[in-house]
T-cell receptor, first 110, second 112 residues
């Protein structure tokens, strides 16, 4: 069966510091991968999606970037965090139309 | 492009029924439904791909009216475990495959 992992689970970072969040998927090959952000009490906003290694599409311009160095690995990064980057970051995968979310990373920028 | 969900919140007693609606101004290819409990990731409930399609999952079912660009989620004989925020995610017809636009959510509270 397929499983999706994210780490870290929680993170507190000061403004201006860098960020690296990692997502890995097991049990499937060549999945579509997605990064979403959910602000407190809000809906889900698609940030990036990837259909293959090295293929990244951005949905929202911001100070975040994403990379897919391996088939089942998706990384979200920032060089300098802003207060507005705080939120719940969710990675998701799909292979057959349905999307499944990882456990998420709760980021607080102070 | 963001779909509109209604109602924004609903409170039920155990055993009561509820309907959550999701409406889009754009033509849709599919509608996905999720339930999210506080502090947790959204959990996939079902996907509806065809106009007029209906699906069921235990006592939770959904319909998709392609012509009206609407989907409804039906919760019957609600249980305490149904509490949470329900999101619809819409995939636009002719859009990037798999890219979902989510509504703002409907908060469902089931009381004993």
């Amino acid at each position: 069966s397929q499983t999706i992992h994210q780490w870290p689970a929680t993170l507190v970072q000061p403004v201006g510091s860098p960020l690296s969040l990692e997502c890995t998927v097991e049990g499937t090959s060549n999945p579509n991968l997605y990064w979403y952000r959910q602000a407190a009490g809000r809906g889900l906003q698609l940030l990036f999606y990837s259909v293959g290694i090295g293929q990244i599409s951005s949905e929202v311009p911001q100070n975040l970037s994403a990379s897919r160095p391996q088939d089942r690995q998706f990384i979200l990064s920032s060089k300098k965090l802003l207060l507005s980057d705080s939120g719940f970051y969710l990675c998701a995968w799909s292979g057959f139309g349905e999307q499944y979310f990882g456990p998420g990373t709760r980021l607080t920028v102070t | 492009q963001q779909p509109v969900q209604s109602p924004q919140a609903v409170i039920l007693r155990e055993g009561e029924d509820a309907v959550i609606n999701c409406s889009s101004s754009k033509a849709l290819y599919s509608v996905h439904w999720y339930r999210q409990k506080h502090g947790e990731a959204p959990v996939f409930l079902m996907i509806l791909l065809k106009g007029g399609e209906q699906k069921g999952h235990e006592k939770i079912s959904a319909s998709f009216n392609e012509k009206k660009q609407q989907s409804s989620l039906y919760l019957t004989a609600s249980q305490l475990s149904y509490s949470g925020t329900y999101f619809c995610g819409t995939e636009l017809a002719g859009g990037s495959q798999g890219n979902l636009i989510f509504g703002k959510g409907t908060k469902l509270s089931v009381k004993p």
